[in-house]
């Protein structure tokens, strides 16, 4: 019989899923478990996890997900219920750095599909869509990240090359990328001057250092220098001085997809707390037959069940068409917090268990800052959704 707390058993019905999505999930999971769980432990020690995973991913449709068929991508009867659910069948490795490493195509692509020229996307959509070459996006700096439209990195016109000088920082798949978007000030100051351009990660001048962290540990996070490095003109992305449009679109995907995995983490700590609960004894009864504890399993199970609904809700509002900035910010707000809740309590029911490398709990624990950090922190959310509300 399967556990009401279970991964499973904790994820609310959607009206909005099909046999196809359900076939997916199918799909995905078998991935995860046959590619992932049993080594997960290790990539996350040593640090890395193997490149040829992203064309493994390709091969069952993964990486091409909601991408252009002609490209390479699968995008034929796919939505956003199909990207919620690689997004939390990933998550049950319970490793963020796995979800954000496989899977940083997902922030560094959109920008070529959306606004780059038939060349531009000729030419490297269908490598990565192969899994054959890595592309990250480049935005935050520095001197800042969530105050896009003061972004300091310059890409100056000369003789139809664009110089690029200046410094991104905190950039995962940095190190291992082929290909780096990269948000550039081409303009006067503000968020009227600024572009994208598709910078190839080998041209002259460009150097990368890695850059050690709390958590995801397995994802390549790197600084990334820019020396008068020599950009043809053709890289360009969309229409120069016009980049900050789409700088907001790839963030609004990004929090989405964070917030669903932000949800499918907690579950996965309220899953591995109600197992240690059952079998653990204490004071002659299980764990779980104190009130406290089942108390706090009530209150995490209260978090998750609310998160799931707004997710479902700004899912369905995506799939219709509409673009809901404040419901996409709070959503992502309470998706984290969610998490560091339900990694709070279940560290604490897990006690000293918990506090071991090589669990779940303590993986997830150590990775709730860079979900509420992280696409928009808690503040700029907060204060961005506020904006929306024209009060």
Same mark, same amino acid.
């Given at each position: 019989?399967?556990?009401?707390?279970?991964?499973?058993?904790?994820?609310?019905?959607?009206?909005?899923?099909?046999?196809?999505?359900?076939?997916?999930?199918?799909?995905?999971?078998?991935?995860?478990?046959?590619?992932?769980?049993?080594?997960?432990?290790?990539?996350?020690?040593?640090?890395?996890?193997?490149?040829?995973?992203?064309?493994?991913?390709?091969?069952?449709?993964?990486?091409?997900?909601?991408?252009?068929?002609?490209?390479?991508?699968?995008?034929?009867?796919?939505?956003?219920?199909?990207?919620?659910?690689?997004?939390?069948?990933?998550?049950?490795?319970?490793?963020?750095?796995?979800?954000?490493?496989?899977?940083?195509?997902?922030?560094?692509?959109?920008?070529?599909?959306?606004?780059?020229?038939?060349?531009?996307?000729?030419?490297?959509?269908?490598?990565?869509?192969?899994?054959?070459? !890595?592309?990250? =996006?480049? #935005?935050?700096?520095?001197?800042? @990240?969530?105050?896009? +439209?003061? /972004? $300091?990195?310059?890409?100056?016109?000369?003789?139809?090359?664009?110089?690029?000088?200046?410094?991104?920082?905190?950039?995962?798949?940095?190190?291992?990328?082929?290909?780096?978007?990269?948000?550039?000030?081409?303009?006067?100051?503000?968020?009227?001057? !600024?572009?994208? =351009?598709? #910078?190839?990660?080998?041209?002259? @001048?460009?150097?990368? +250092?890695? /850059? $050690?962290?709390?958590?995801?540990?397995?994802?390549?996070?790197?600084?990334?220098?820019?020396?008068?490095?020599?950009?043809?003109?053709?890289?360009?992305?969309?229409?120069?001085?016009?980049?900050?449009?789409?700088?907001?679109?790839?963030?609004?995907?990004?929090?989405?997809?964070?917030?669903?995995?932000?949800?499918?983490?907690?579950?996965?700590?309220?899953?591995?707390?109600?197992?240690?609960?059952?079998?653990?004894?204490?004071?002659?009864?299980?764990?779980?037959?104190?009130?406290?504890?089942?108390?706090?399993?009530?209150?995490?199970?209260?978090?998750?069940?609310?998160?799931?609904?707004?997710?479902?809700?700004?899912?369905?509002?995506?799939?219709?068409?509409?673009?809901?900035?404040?419901?996409?910010?709070?959503?992502?707000?309470?998706?984290?917090?969610?998490?560091?809740?339900?990694?709070?309590?279940?560290?604490?029911?897990?006690?000293?268990?918990?506090?071991?490398?090589?669990?779940?709990?303590?993986?997830?624990?150590?990775?709730?800052?860079?979900?509420?950090?992280?696409?928009?922190?808690?503040?700029?959310?907060?204060?961005?959704?506020?904006?929306?509300?024209?009060?």
């Amino acid at each position: 019989m399967t556990s009401p707390l279970s991964f499973d058993a904790t994820r609310l019905p959607s009206p909005h899923l099909t046999d196809s999505h359900e076939a997916w999930r199918k799909t995905v999971r078998g991935f995860v478990e046959r590619e992932i769980m049993p080594y997960v432990n290790e990539w996350d020690e040593t640090g890395a996890f193997p490149r040829e995973l992203h064309k493994k991913a390709a091969d069952i449709g993964l990486i091409g997900l909601g991408f252009p068929e002609r490209y390479g991508g699968h995008s034929e009867d796919v939505d956003i219920f199909h990207s919620l659910i690689a997004n939390e069948e990933l998550a049950r490795a319970g490793a963020g750095g796995l979800c954000a490493g496989l899977m940083t195509h997902g922030i560094g692509l959109p920008p070529i599909i959306t606004l780059g020229s038939d060349a531009l996307k000729t030419r490297i959509a269908p490598g990565v869509l192969s899994g054959e070459k !890595l592309i990250a =996006l480049c #935005i935050t700096e520095p001197s800042g @990240g969530s105050d896009v +439209a003061n /972004l $300091k990195a310059k890409a100056v016109r000369k003789s139809g090359d664009y110089i690029v000088n200046g410094e991104k920082t905190f950039i995962t798949t940095g190190c291992r990328a082929d290909y780096l978007t990269v948000a550039v000030r081409t303009g006067g100051e503000g968020a009227g001057g !600024l572009s994208f =351009l598709l #910078i190839e990660a080998d041209r002259p @001048g460009v150097s990368r +250092a890695p /850059l $050690k962290k709390m958590g995801w540990w397995m994802s390549d996070t790197a600084s990334i220098h820019f020396d008068n490095v020599s950009v043809p003109a053709d890289n360009l992305i969309g229409q120069e001085n016009a980049g900050f449009a789409g700088i907001v679109a790839n963030f609004n995907m990004e929090r989405l997809a964070m917030a669903a995995q932000a949800i499918a983490f907690a579950r996965v700590c309220i899953e591995d707390a109600a197992d240690w609960a059952r079998d653990r004894q204490t004071f002659a009864k299980a764990l779980s037959k104190h009130q406290v504890i089942r108390h706090k399993f009530a209150e995490m199970l209260r978090m998750t069940n609310a998160s799931q609904a707004y997710l479902n809700h700004c899912a369905w509002l995506v799939k219709t068409g509409e673009s809901p900035i404040a419901d996409l910010s709070l959503l992502k707000v309470q998706a984290t917090r969610t998490m560091e809740f339900c990694a709070r309590e279940a560290m604490q029911i897990l006690g000293g268990a918990g506090f071991m490398r090589g669990c779940r709990v303590e993986r997830i624990y150590r990775e709730v800052r860079v979900m509420a950090i992280g696409g928009g922190s808690e503040e700029i959310m907060n204060d961005l959704a506020a904006r929306q509300l024209d009060l």
